[in-house]
């Protein structure tokens, strides 16, 4: 099992920055593959970012390409999402997912753990 906690959210204006962290724990933490995905009111989960077990692949939605930076510290057990220059349409319930294997997936449906979420609200 591997359990994950999300810390982080907030209300921001748009334009400002706001970073998210997600500590992980269980078996073999540092070979699992982590992402961040978001859902907004009345929408489907959406792919955010995701890194690979190393760290070394980190693979971006086009709407946050160059706003958002994954990052992970396995000796720390956290992912983090550094997101900068937010926009309104970036509300939303952000959410932690690891993948127990070393294979990047954008698909929701492969991930096999999840946090709580916690919620990022961006404001005009």
């Known amino acids: 099992q591997v359990q994950l906690v999300e810390s982080g959210g907030g209300l921001v204006q748009a334009g400002g920055s706001l970073r998210l962290s997600c500590a992980y724990s269980?078996?073999?933490?540092?070979?699992?593959?982590m992402g961040w995905f978001h859902q907004a009111p009345g929408k489907e989960r959406e792919f955010v970012a995701a890194?690979?077990?190393?760290?070394?692949?980190?693979y971006y939605a086009d709407s946050v390409k160059g706003r958002f930076t994954i990052s992970r510290d396995n000796a720390k057990n956290t992912v983090s999402l550094q997101m900068n220059s937010l926009k309104p349409e970036d509300t939303a319930v952000y959410y932690c997912a690891a993948r127990s294997t070393k294979l990047v997936s954008r698909r929701g449906r492969d991930y096999d753990y999840w946090g709580q979420g916690t919620q990022v609200t961006v404001s005009s």
């Open positions: 890194i690979s077990w190393t760290g070394g692949g980190t």
């Open positions: 269980g078996r073999t933490v540092s070979s699992v593959t």
